[in-house]
């Protein structure tokens, strides 16, 4: 996405400056653990030395880890644009998911989840006292002083101003798809045999252990085949391809006689349907997040 933008930018001539930073090390470590600001002081000096040599007309910020650079910002009095693509704001493992959805931030709920989660389960000393709580709540203080936010969906829109923050600043911006890119839209073409394709990875919430359960109602059509993308274990009657390349994706997606995309948690957006409708697809989704509106 980012680097969308910045090509949009120079395209119309205007100067862009990237910088980023890989975050590494003990001291980030702790500042992953205990950071009830939610400011790495290490990167905000730096955010703060790069904006005052530069002197932008404007950041454009992608979540960090934690609000370093909107803090700088603030901090040099840079108008400042937040990229919100993922739930950041209000969960500390992004996707407002546990177990089944979440209706948003508390120390009880924030604290299981994390313990739950498989890959911060490392963290928790982020759901002790108060600490998660104020990290949180420094997140959407400082969303609510910039001057813009950028979301993927209306449904990430609503969950923003559920917590507070102005609609006026709130901008939807979908995600698209670059035809220029695209397979030929067109019927598929291997013959007689149709394919049910499911693209996702293992993780509960792509609900692929859903689509087995559809598919093992649907085994008995004819000439009928049931594809996992992205899944490295076949599971009868659903044949696991693994993960692919973009071009392979396209390929199989414009061979597919329908594209199943049964998310359980409340994405943002959701690449999959749009790609597979680009292409003349049908799409069958569960109605949650950013799905509900295409």
Same mark, same amino acid.
């Given at each position: 996405? $980012?680097?969308?933008? @910045?090509?949009?930018?120079?395209?119309?001539?205007? /100067?862009?400056?990237?910088? &980023?930073?890989? +975050? !590494?090390?003990?001291?980030?470590?702790?500042?992953?653990?205990?950071?009830?600001?939610?400011?790495?002081?290490?990167?905000?000096?730096?955010?703060?030395?790069?904006?005052?040599?530069?002197?932008?007309?404007?950041?454009?910020?992608?979540?960090?880890?934690?609000?370093?650079?909107?803090?700088?910002?603030?901090?040099?009095?840079?108008?400042?644009?937040?990229?919100?693509? $993922?739930?950041?704001? @209000?969960?500390?493992?992004?996707?407002?998911?546990? /177990?089944?959805?979440?209706? &948003?931030?508390? +120390? !009880?709920?924030?604290?299981?989840?994390?313990?739950?989660?498989?890959?911060?389960?490392?963290?928790?000393?982020?759901?002790?006292?108060?600490?998660?709580?104020?990290?949180?709540?420094?997140?959407?203080?400082?969303?609510?002083?910039?001057?813009?936010?950028?979301?993927?969906?209306?449904?990430?829109?609503?969950?923003?101003?559920?917590?507070?923050?102005?609609?006026?600043?709130?901008?939807?911006?979908?995600?698209?798809?670059?035809?220029?890119?695209?397979?030929?839209?067109?019927?598929?073409?291997?013959?007689?045999?149709?394919?049910?394709?499911?693209?996702?990875?293992?993780?509960?919430?792509?609900?692929?252990?859903?689509?087995?359960?559809?598919?093992?109602?649907?085994?008995?059509?004819?000439?009928?085949?049931?594809?996992?993308?992205?899944?490295?274990?076949?599971?009868?009657?659903?044949?696991?391809?693994?993960?692919?390349?973009?071009?392979?994706?396209?390929?199989?997606?414009?061979?597919?006689?329908?594209?199943?995309?049964?998310?359980?948690?409340?994405?943002?957006?959701?690449?999959?349907?749009?790609?597979?409708?680009?292409?003349?697809?049908?799409?069958?989704?569960?109605?949650?997040?950013?799905?509900?509106?295409?």
């Amino acid at each position: 996405m $980012a680097k969308s933008v @910045i090509e949009s930018f120079k395209h119309r001539q205007i /100067s862009v400056l990237a910088k &980023g930073f890989i +975050r !590494k090390g003990a001291f980030h470590k702790i500042s992953e653990l205990i950071n009830p600001l939610d400011i790495n002081p290490v990167y905000y000096g730096r955010y703060i030395r790069i904006m005052r040599e530069y002197c932008p007309n404007v950041l454009l910020s992608w979540y960090d880890y934690d609000t370093s650079s909107l803090a700088a910002a603030l901090t040099v009095k840079i108008p400042t644009i937040a990229a919100v693509h $993922a739930h950041w704001p @209000i969960c500390p493992t992004w996707n407002l998911w546990n /177990s089944e959805s979440c209706i &948003g931030p508390s +120390r !009880k709920r924030c604290y299981s989840h994390m313990l739950l989660h498989r890959n911060m389960i490392y963290r928790p000393l982020s759901g002790f006292g108060a600490n998660l709580q104020l990290a949180i709540r420094k997140r959407l203080q400082r969303l609510g002083k910039i001057e813009a936010i950028v979301v993927p969906s209306n449904f990430m829109k609503t969950e923003l101003v559920k917590q507070g923050l102005d609609p006026w600043r709130i901008h939807v911006i979908y995600n698209g798809i670059d035809f220029r890119k695209s397979v030929t839209i067109g019927p598929a073409t291997s013959g007689s045999t149709r394919n049910v394709v499911f693209v996702g990875n293992t993780l509960e919430t792509k609900g692929f252990l859903d689509y087995v359960r559809m598919a093992k109602v649907l085994k008995g059509l004819q000439n009928t085949q049931f594809l996992a993308v992205g899944h490295g274990v076949s599971i009868d009657p659903v044949k696991a391809i693994g993960y692919v390349s973009k071009k392979d994706l396209s390929s199989i997606l414009k061979e597919a006689a329908v594209v199943v995309y049964p998310s359980l948690w409340d994405e943002p957006f959701g690449l999959v349907p749009i790609e597979a409708m680009a292409m003349g697809k049908p799409v069958v989704a569960y109605s949650v997040g950013g799905c509900q509106r295409r």
